[in-house]
């Protein structure tokens, strides 16, 4: 197995072009749990083109009805990216203050329940993001609310 670069720019560039628009090779999840975590792996699989297509732990979409729950749903993702040991995206739990372009920030509440996924497409005085079901492009992360914010740092991707 070799460890790929992930491609941050391609990530990004894919969040500006569909932030407020549907890539129609994937089914929207609005008003059905919601379109964050999916517009989220969209952005990764962007940046690093490789799918993990293990049954019921992978990350992967072939089609609505032939997909990864990792896919689309923000704990699965969170489970998938920090404990991938296989091919696809990996990524280690750090602080707001190292997130680079590209990388992953998940919103929780006080339960420890994390529910919405959000890219980082830019960093500065600020973070900003960008993010699905509630369509956003560069915007701060101080602008929503929530108990608990975690980043996932992109570390790379693994192919064959």
Request: net charge positive; aromatic share 14%.
């Amino acid at each position: 197995m070799k460890t790929l670069l992930y491609r941050r720019e391609d990530a990004t560039a894919y969040a500006a072009r569909w932030a407020f628009g549907r890539n129609p090779r994937y089914l929207s999840f609005n008003g059905i749990g919601g379109d964050c975590t999916s517009f989220v792996s969209q952005c990764l699989f962007a940046g690093g083109g490789v799918m993990n297509y293990q049954k019921d732990v992978g990350w992967y979409y072939s089609s609505p009805a032939n997909r990864a729950a990792a896919w689309s749903s923000v704990p699965h993702l969170r489970r998938f990216l920090l404990q991938n040991r296989s091919v696809g995206p990996f990524a280690r739990a750090v602080g707001l203050e190292e997130l680079l372009p590209g990388d992953v920030i998940q919103l929780g509440r006080e339960d420890r329940v994390w529910y919405h996924s959000l890219l980082v497409t830019g960093v500065g005085d600020q973070l900003l993001v960008s993010a699905h079901s509630f369509d956003a492009h560069l915007r701060p992360l101080s602008s929503y609310q929530y108990f608990r914010a975690q980043g996932l740092h992109i570390e790379g991707f693994r192919s064959w």
